[in-house]
């Protein structure tokens, strides 16, 4: 299963503008991403009220994933690296804005 960490660093966390912006990014990678923060359950990254209600706060580190089943082959496990590259960046980079 494809997994990368990262750091929430929207100073409000993912809440509000910063999470509808994540969620947007999560959903238009067509695949079934999660995010999940140490001790807590696996949360579906392409749902806002998910999301929002998780408590994800500034400097939470976050494990982001996407189930081998949803993959296709070598191809399909690239495509999802590249996809939780740029959501880990996207969450890194929300504290410069």
Same mark, same amino acid.
Do not use: N, W, Y
């Given at each position: 299963?494809? *997994?990368?960490?990262?750091? %929430?660093?929207?100073? %409000?966390? =993912?809440?509000?503008? /910063?999470?509808? %912006?994540?969620?947007?990014?999560?959903?238009? *990678?067509?695949? /079934? %991403?999660?995010?999940?923060?140490?001790?807590?359950?696996?949360?579906?990254?392409?749902?806002?009220?998910?999301?929002?209600?998780?408590?994800?706060?500034?400097?939470?580190?976050?494990?982001?994933?996407?189930?081998?089943?949803? =993959?296709?082959?070598?191809?399909?496990?690239?495509?999802?690296?590249?996809?939780?590259?740029?959501?880990?960046?996207?969450?890194?980079?929300?504290?410069?804005?």
């Amino acid at each position: 299963m494809p *997994t990368q960490k990262a750091v %929430v660093t929207a100073p %409000v966390g =993912l809440h509000a503008r /910063p999470a509808a %912006v994540f969620v947007r990014a999560a959903t238009e *990678t067509g695949l /079934p %991403v999660t995010i999940r923060k140490a001790g807590a359950e696996d949360v579906d990254a392409t749902s806002l009220l998910h999301v929002m209600t998780a408590d994800f706060p500034v400097g939470c580190e976050v494990e982001l994933s996407i189930s081998d089943a949803a =993959l296709d082959g070598a191809h399909g496990r690239r495509e999802a690296e590249e996809a939780l590259g740029s959501l880990r960046r996207l969450l890194e980079s929300q504290g410069a804005s």
